[in-house]
């Protein structure tokens, strides 16, 4: 009971603002990790050298795949207002205009959605999007190359990094609580 009247009221735009800034903050901060992991994967037969400097296919596939669970975490209306306003931040982030950045990260949202026929989960989704958008078929073997897949092994062991990139809603409901913004 105490708990919840000490938690921090937050409006869906002030949620959103914390929701874009954590991500792209992890995103930064992580990337280096993630491209150093892929460059020393010993299941590839050479090295893709990755530059960690190289995050924007990274990025908005770590916005669309989180964008994935705000409806298991919300209703459809209060979805379509946070959405707004994360592309409305991420706009500003990336000094473009709204529709652009929601088109292209439901252009993303797409693209993982077809690599990960018929699986529904988007961690999975966001694996290999990353497998793909990074071209790293070029790397492999030539048995899983020849079929155009990721090499189980590596995709498990990717699944396990990119956990670390998916937003911790427990958390976030144990510090703050989201309040309706009055017109």
């Known amino acids: 009971m105490i ?5 921090r009221k937050v409006t869906e735009k002030q949620m959103a603002n914390l929701f874009v800034n954590g991500l792209f903050k992890i995103v930064v901060e992580g990337f280096p990790e993630v ?9 590839f037969e ?22 994935n669970y705000l ?4 209703e459809i209306k209060e ?13 500003s982030i990336y000094n473009t205009e709204s529709d652009i950045i929601k088109n292209l990260v439901r252009e993303y949202q797409g693209f993982m959605a077809q690599k990960n026929i018929p699986s529904k989960n ?23 190359s020849d079929m155009q897949v990721p090499n189980p092994i590596f995709l498990k062991r990717l699944d396990d990094i ?13 510090k703050y609580k989201i309040v309706v913004e009055e017109d």
Do not use: C
């Open 35 to 43: 491209a150093a992991f892929i460059n020393e994967e010993n299941s």
């Open 122 to 144: 988007t961690l999975y989704a966001m694996s290999k999007a990353v497998f793909y958008k990074y071209k790293l078929n070029d790397y492999q073997n030539s048995y899983f």
């Open 71 to 74: 409806e298991n975490i919300f």
């Open 162 to 174: 990119m956990r670390n990139f998916l937003w911790d809603w427990d958390a976030f409901f144990k």
């Open 79 to 91: 979805v379509n207002l946070i959405e707004k306003n994360i592309f409305n931040n991420l706009a």
């Open 46 to 67: 050479n090295s893709p050298n990755i530059s960690s400097e190289n995050l924007d296919h990274f990025a908005m596939i770590v916005f669309a795949g989180n964008l």
């Open 3 to 7: 708990s919840t009247l000490l938690k």
